[in-house]
C-alpha cells in the first residue's frame, strides 16, 4: 500500500449529486447540519427554531435523509469517490482522528465538512466519539481499531508520571505493543498518526512525549518551561541562557530576573556556580560550598584538601580557593595532624 496524499475526487460535487436524491426540506436540514451551504454547522436546536419543529423532529429529518440517500440510485453512482476515500483513510493508518483526517483533506474548512458528510454517508466508515481515553475518530478496520486502542492504554500504563521519552524511543517503545499489525502500517508517521489518537499521551513543545498529566509534557509555568530546558540542555547553563531558550522554544517572554527568582525558588534546581544551574535530578548536592564540602566529608569521612578540592568541583563550578576559603573557616572545619578535615561539631 501506498501512501494516498490527496483525493482525486471533488467532495462537493459528489455531495451535490448525493442531495439530489432529497425533498427541499431534507436537503436544507442537511445543508445546515452539516455546514454543507458554506455556513457553520447548525445545531438541532437552531434547525428546529428555524422549522418550528422540535429538536428531536430535525433528528429525524435527518436520519431520515441519510436512509434514503444511502437506498438511491445516486449513492450506488458514487462508490468509486467512497471507494477512494476508504484507501485514503487507511492510507493515514487505518484508523485516524477526525480532526487529523480532515486537515490531510483539505484546509478549507466547506471541503472538510462536505468529506465529513461522506464519512458519515459511507456504510464502511465507523466514528468513534471522544472519551477520556481517545478523541473523536474513524476507522474502517474493527479489529485493527480495537487492538490500536487497547496498545495505546498498555503503552499509557508502561510510563512512569513524569517521564519523559524522545519522539523515537516512544515510537519503538509502542511498536512493542502493536507488533501483531499488518506490516503495511508500521510506517512512523502512522505509529505517530496513532499515537496522537491518545488524550492521555503527548509531547511537549521540545518534541518530547509523556503523559499528559505530567508537567514536563503540559507545562504551565516558567519553572515547567526552565525544567525542560536545562534537561534538553543536559549540563548545567546559565540563568540568562535558560530565559533566553524559554522564549525561543516556548515562545513566552521570560524575564531575567523573573527566571532567576523562579529557579532559586524550586527544589528541582541546585545553583552549581555563579548563575549556573543544574537539574537536582542528575545528583548535584544542594547548599552553597560550605553545606556541599560538609556533605561530602559526612559521606566519606575527614579528606585531605585535595581530595575535598576535587569532590567539590564535581558539584559546583568554583574556584579552588573558593573551596579553600571554606575549609579555612575554624567555625566549620578543623584539619587534624594527618592533614585530614573534620566538620566542627
Known amino acids: 500500500m501506498s501512501e ?35 455556513a457553520r454547522r447548525m445545531t438541532l436546536e437552531g434547525i428546529g427554531k428555524k422549522y418550528g419543529i422540535t ?41 485516524v482522528s477526525e480532526e487529523d483526517l480532515l486537515k490531510h483533506v483539505s484546509k478549507e474548512k466547506e471541503t472538510q465538512n462536505h468529506v465529513h458528510f461522506m464519512l458519515v454517508l459511507g ?26 486502542h487497547f496498545s495505546l492504554k498498555k503503552l499509557y500504563n508502561s510510563l512512569s ?9 516512544m515510537i519503538n517503545s509502542f511498536l512493542e505493543y502493536v507488533e501483531d499489525v499488518s506490516e503495511q502500517y508500521k510506517k512512523e ?23 499528559t498529566s505530567s508537567p514536563n509534557v ?38 531575567v530576573a523573573t527566571t532567576h527568582n523562579e529557579l532559586i525558588k524550586d527544589p528541582r534546581f541546585v ?13 548535584y548536592l544542594s547548599g552553597v560550598v560550605k553545606d556541599v564540602i560538609k556533605k561530602i566529608i559526612e559521606k566519606h569521612g575527614p579528606l585531605t584538601k585535595d581530595k575535598i578540592i576535587e569532590k567539590v568541583l564535581k558539584e559546583r563550578y568554583v574556584k579552588e580557593n573558593t573551596i579553600v576559603v571554606n575549609l579555612q573557616n575554624p567555625k566549620f572545619f578543623t584539619k587534624d595532624k594527618e592533614g585530614k578535615y573534620h566538620i566542627v561539631n
Open 271 to 283: 545553583l552549581v556556580g555563579r548563575g549556573l544551574y543544574a537539574l537536582a535530578e542528575w545528583g
Open 161 to 169: 508520571d513524569d517521564e519523559l521519552l524522545l519522539e523515537a524511543d
Open 123 to 148: 456504510e464502511e466508515f465507523t466514528k468513534e466519539k471522544e472519551d477520556g481515553d481517545f478523541k473523536h475518530r474513524w476507522h474502517v478496520d474493527k479489529d485493527l481499531s480495537e487492538k490500536i
Open 218 to 255: 503540559n507545562a504551565k509555568g516558567m519553572r515547567d518551561y526552565a525544567f525542560l530546558v536545562i534537561r534538553k540542555h543536559g549540563s548545567p547553563i546559565h540563568f540568562k541562557e535558560v530565559a533566553k531558550a524559554i522564549t525561543q522554544y516556548f515562545n513566552k517572554k521570560a524575564h
Open 189 to 211: 508517521e502512522i505509529l505517530k498518526r496513532w499515537l496522537t489518537l491518545s488524550k492521555k499521551i503527548s509531547k511537549n513543545p521540545l518534541g518530547e512525549w509523556g503523559k
Open 4 to 38: 494516498t496524499n490527496t483525493i482525486k475526487f471533488k467532495p462537493k460535487q459528489v455531495t451535490k449529486r448525493l442531495l439530489s436524491a432529497l425533498s427541499p426540506r431534507g436537503k436544507d436540514v442537511i445543508l445546515k447540519r452539516y455546514g454543507l451551504d458554506g
Open 55 to 95: 429538536r428531536e423532529r430535525v433528528r429525524q429529518i435527518e436520519n431520515h435523509s441519510i436512509a434514503n440517500i444511502r437506498k438511491s440510485k445516486e449513492y450506488g453512482k458514487e462508490k468509486p469517490a467512497f471507494d477512494q476515500l476508504k484507501d485514503f483513510v487507511t492510507s493515514l493508518g487505518g484508523v
